[in-house]
């Protein structure tokens, strides 16, 4: 574990809107703050922009953050922002090279909380083996926001055996979870307002990028397709797949990792896992015929440890997901037609 | 000027939570709206990431626009967002080819409004010659946000003859400013509540990228710096120049390219115009022996009409910008202590 940078004595607390102005204060925070944490040789630059080299394809992708709260077990909003990026990037096959930063701020956020913020920012960067290049701190009125907001945006680097897209999935294709779900939904749910109940239920927020590098490395070509289960959990990948796709998707219940407790608490809160959003699982869709092969080395892998095959593709119910549960009897599993758990991420 | 997209009929006014859940609203929103707006190739695949390829040296830039209004005199949210960082690629030396759009809405956000945001950001983006290839929609509760908050990153290639840095700045330079400085910010304050008044004044935002590349193409590495005078004006600028660059900066209020009316406006509303936000003016550090040549070429360009040079680098009063007045006197240009005029963008 790094240690924590520890804070600087600010002459403030809190935010203010002088924070975002681009004046003195602006400067103080960054140059005392902001820089002192995330330092690195493009960083420092300060200029408006960071210049680099890389060779070969590249990816690049975009989120922002705006989980509620901020602060949760497993984690905070600081190390979601720089995962989850790192995350889409390594779905499309690519090793996070280079991040941006960008804040929203909200009028009379604690310092105190963006510093932990920041140092949680640089570690999930460290283990990632990830830079924070260039970045932008924007300052609104109380009530104009909800504490912080963050937007980070990722390169990566094409790992060159790569090739994932939609257009390489055919029937009979190996369906796999990465590992558990619906984690970081009950984790963010247990700590909402209203809804606090006892459990050790943590977020699985971590960077998939190392575990990526290595199944493209083993299998390369063969990994079909790669998408994390962020907003909307399992079921929405799965449909996504199978309508974009065109194309059907089988998957046994049974099969399906989840953890007791978390599926206790889902049963409580009337939220069906399928749906709860995860931070640290991806869906691999993958030739058939590795499917032994990628299952040992996903289960060597600390961040994959229960995964499962949980079905296949198939060339019938065309756009549709069926499950077949535990007790026999199959059903439609529907894309999300509202919102269950807003902010989640 | 391009035709705008007609907004297709949608089965909502205004943006819900569940157009952010990752569910079908968000599908719908995205499919039916977001990509038939900007689509391109590397957007219509529709993954976690875009994956593409670019020669040579790289830029990568960020900025969240949280201006308030949303619309006013001259643009709107959205042309800024993509104005605002090609323009930061651009100070680099380098061409924006590739943008992020990331979205935060306020739940109850006129549907109508996005739509004019999506097609102002799609026709920005034709204007500098750039793509949206990835993006993100998040959507927070009532009173947790502000309307729409929007989040560009831009990925650029460095103009193989640009050395744009600091250092690069030597006692002597010439300091130029590239258009009439102060529209920006008085057309937002023309607009806030409470400080309406009768003017024509509209903001200056536009795209510099191909004013600079003319710059670069006929000058190379004597343009030593760039950089545009956004939040804070061009004192900010020349105030970072003086103290990051540890250098002294003197400028002639009598050559500070100033229109009437805004002269007359930042005069009732107390505000020194120097301090005052510009989207479409940068400060240009050059070596002093082209000053001639540049200013030529600067001021047949449409986005430079009003160019002039305002002063020099001095290996005087280090760290401080020195002004000297219209009736002869000199005095410090500070750096802006606090918040002069909050979400100017």
Redesign the interface.
Same mark, same amino acid.
């Given at each position: 574990m790094q240690l924590s940078c520890p804070m600087p004595k600010f002459d403030f607390d809190t935010i203010?809107? @002088?924070h !975002?102005?681009?004046?003195?204060?602006?400067?103080r925070l960054l140059n005392s703050g902001v820089f002192t944490v995330l330092q690195n040789d493009l960083l420092n630059?300060?200029?408006?922009?960071?210049?680099?080299?890389?060779q070969?394809?590249?990816?690049?992708?975009?989120?922002?953050?705006?989980v509620?709260p901020i602060f949760f077990p497993g984690g905070n909003i600081g190390e979601l922002a720089v995962n989850g990026t790192v995350n889409?990037?390594a779905?499309?096959g690519?090793m996070a090279k280079?991040l941006?930063?960008?804040?929203?701020i909200e009028e009379g956020f604690k310092m105190k909380d963006l510093w932990t913020i920041l140092n949680s920012i640089k570690q999930s960067c460290d283990k990632a083996n990830v830079q924070i290049?260039?970045?932008?701190t924007?300052?609104?009125?109380k009530?104009?926001?909800?504490k912080i907001?963050i937007?980070t945006? @990722?390169? !990566?680097v094409?790992h060159p055996n790569a090739d994932?897209?939609l257009s390489k999935i055919k029937t009979g294709d190996a369906i796999i979870v990465s590992n558990n779900i619906a984690n970081h939904g009950i984790a963010i749910m247990s700590k909402r307002q209203g809804l606090e109940f006892e459990t050790d239920i943590k977020s699985d927020t971590t960077n998939l990028n190392f575990t990526i590098q290595k199944l493209i490395d083993a299998f390369g070509e063969k990994i079909h397709f790669l998408?994390?289960a962020?907003?909307?959990g399992i079921a929405?990948v799965l449909n996504?797949i199978a309508i974009?796709g065109n194309m059907g998707v089988d998957i046994q219940e049974k099969n399906i990792p989840l953890n007791e407790q978390v599926n206790g608490a889902c049963e409580m809160l009337g939220l069906d896992p399928l749906y709860v959003a995860n931070e640290g699982v991806f869906i691999a869709i993958i030739d058939a015929t590795i499917q032994n092969e990628v299952m040992q080395l996903l289960t060597e892998d600390d961040n994959c440890k229960n995964a499962k095959v949980i079905g296949s593709i198939t060339n019938e119910h065309i756009r549709q997901v069926i499950l077949q549960s535990k007790i026999g009897g199959r059903r439609v599993v529907n894309?999300?037609?509202?919102?269950?758990l807003?902010?989640i991420c």
């Open positions: 203010n809107l @002088g !975002g102005s681009g004046g003195v204060l602006t400067h630059e300060k200029h408006d922009g960071a210049v680099f080299e890389l070969g394809k590249l990816a690049f992708s975009t989120d922002s953050y705006v509620s889409d990037l779905m499309c690519a280079y941006s930063l960008s804040f929203i290049i260039t970045g932008d924007k300052v609104v009125e009530g104009k926001g909800d907001f937007n945006s @990722g390169i !990566g094409l994932i897209r998408r994390d962020t907003r909307g929405s996504e974009d894309m999300l037609p509202g919102e269950q807003p902010r």
